[in-house]
Nanobody, 122 residues
Framework: QVQVVASGGGLVQEGGSLRLSCTAS????????IGWFRQAPGKEREGVSC????????YYADSVKGRFVITRDNYNNIVYLQMNSLKPEDTAMYYC???????????????WGQGTQVTVSS
């Protein structure tokens, strides 16, 4: 059974950091692009970052460029999202997804994790 799991969220003060992890069972993350998305209450789900199979290509939303870094550890089947200099507007449920059907940052993926909450206090 294919399953994608996001973890690592929490409550952090403005300017702080968190590292999210995306793991999978039933398949290897290295076989596909992986994307991170977020959705705040009342807003649409938006692409935050995504990475190619090897990790050689990385894409970021303008709102997180220079603050977030996506990396992958294919040996251990994990993709990380390091989030630095967090702002209150980064508060959202964060999801990882595998197997894009379109553009890497477009929320059209085959497999989705359950989400992990990130809350940034001011």
């Amino acid at each position: 059974q294919v399953q994608v799991v996001a973890s690592g969220g929490g409550l952090v003060q403005e300017g702080g950091s968190l590292r999210l992890s995306c793991t999978a069972s039933g398949f290897r993350l290295s076989t596909t692009y992986i994307g991170w998305f977020r959705q705040a209450p009342g807003k649409e789900r938006e692409g935050v970052s995504c990475t190619s199979r090897s990790g050689g290509e990385k894409y970021y939303a303008d709102s997180v460029k220079g603050r977030f870094v996506i990396t992958r550890d294919n040996y251990n089947n994990i993709v990380y999202l390091q989030m630095n200099s967090l702002k209150p507007e980064d508060t959202a449920m964060y999801y990882c997804a595998a197997g894009p059907r379109g553009a890497c940052l477009s929320p059209d993926y085959n497999y989705w994790g359950q989400g992990t909450q990130v809350t940034v206090s001011s």
